[in-house]
């Protein structure tokens, strides 16, 4: 039987509070979720032996599902651990604030996150709720009025629901419109394959939006399609990132002075040390036009011969960079507005990013990342010990 939980969440504690933890679910593929002592409370849950009894169960394998409303909306999370100390995890920044001082009872780890129902009081009352039982109060129905339910509450489903049955990751496509979703969709199967999973969330996310937007104009000659080559841009930088990450610490595995070589940064207008391209801080992330004097570094050229294969130098020092000037030419258009961007020239760019002419260059992207592995370290010997008659024998194998 899958375990589950249901909470109230209060915006009166923060307001967004969905969307807070689901920011940092999707940069960090977990967030922590505290349930939050209310300062009116001056007893302890009616029910603390359930609250344990789930609490000491739930693993990635046994996990538990936690439902969150307001009763206008539902989600429900999959948690695959409960912390009373937080470690390890990140939580939006509004847990530890100074000012409000909250005492958090419990930290739920979430892996995944659905969307239910949203701004649809009378769906989560009639559709819902009706569905939970309260093995803890008789099994009643639940019930919103009228009720001394404690939280977190243990419920059951009289029609049981495993909502993260299917293994892929549902997080992506909260709040998204049924537009998206189903362009998502086709997008995925027609261009992308598995591709799209291996994509930033921000990078696929772009992908559908641009999409959505030039299928809604580019029957209009006057359109400014600005705005869609930016989104494009944003998702070539991003991915741009990623390999170029992916590849300086790669190369720094074999040297680590490669970390100290400085490129030229067009955005910081000064010598820069490879190093800082391992950092997450968005200020020190490159800009397309770096790509060129990072790949050119005369200090580079042999460890790139060295390390990597003839087809990923290739792509690195050439078929990227070339990709790269035709985006860049049409993204600083675009960002310094002085003139309209031209259907052809947003074209020019969908092209790449969808791989409708020509090579999918966010295939190519992730596939070239994908060599990018680390050696595996040798297999030391190991000591093993063995009983040969009276003797006791150590060797090695």
Do not use: C
């Not at 939580?91 to 949203?118: C, G, H, N, Q």
């Not at 339910?149 to 419920?155: T, V």
């Amino acid at each position: 039987m899958i375990q589950n939980l249901l909470i109230l969440y209060n915006p009166f504690y923060q307001e967004n509070v969905i969307e807070l933890h689901l920011e940092i679910l999707k940069e960090k593929g977990k967030v922590a979720f505290g349930k939050i002592r209310p300062r009116s409370k001056d007893q302890e849950h009616k029910h603390p032996q359930t609250l344990e009894r789930i609490y000491q169960s739930t693993t990635s394998q046994n996990f538990l599902q936690l439902f969150l409303t307001n009763f206008a909306s539902l989600f429900v999370a999959k948690v695959e651990a409960v912390q009373k100390d937080l470690e390890g995890v990140s939580a939006p920044e509004y847990y530890f604030s100074e000012d409000r001082k909250f005492s958090v009872e419990a930290w739920f780890i979430i892996t995944d996150m659905r969307e239910l129902e949203r701004n649809d009081f009378t769906a989560v009352r009639d559709r819902y709720l009706p569905n939970f039982t309260t093995p803890d109060h008789n099994n009643h129905t639940f019930r919103i009025y009228g009720n001394d339910y404690d939280y977190p509450l243990a419920i059951e489903m009289k029609k049981e629901i495993n909502y993260f049955e299917d293994p892929k990751k549902h997080y992506p496509n909260v709040f998204k419109s049924a537009e998206f979703l189903e362009l998502k969709e086709r997008l995925i199967e027609l261009n992308f394959g598995a591709t799209a999973y291996k994509l930033h969330h921000a990078s696929l996310d772009n992908v559908i939006y641009a999409e959505m937007e030039y299928q809604k104009n580019k029957q209009d000659p006057l359109y400014d399609f600005g705005p869609i080559a930016l989104r494009y841009s944003k998702i070539l930088e991003q991915e741009a990132y990623a390999l170029f990450k992916d590849l300086v610490r790669f190369l720094a595995q074999n040297n680590p002075k490669i970390l100290e070589m400085r490129y030229f940064s067009h955005s910081k207008k000064e010598n820069t040390p490879l190093g800082q391209i391992l950092s997450d801080d968005y200020k020190d992330k490159p800009v397309l036009a770096d790509y060129k004097n990072i790949i050119a570094l005369p200090s580079l050229q042999q460890p790139l011969l060295d390390l990597l294969p003839s087809p990923v130098r290739v792509f690195l020092s050439k078929s990227l960079l070339e990709v790269i000037e035709i985006f860049r030419s049409v993204r600083n258009k675009s960002a310094h507005g002085n003139e309209r961007t031209s259907l052809k020239e947003a074209q020019a760019l969908r092209n790449k990013i969808l791989g409708i002419t020509g090579i999918n260059i966010l295939k190519e992207i992730v596939n070239y990342k994908a060599t990018l592995t680390p050696p595996k370290p040798k297999n030391s010997p190991r000591k093993v010990l063995e009983n040969i008659g009276e003797i006791r024998v150590v060797g090695y194998k």
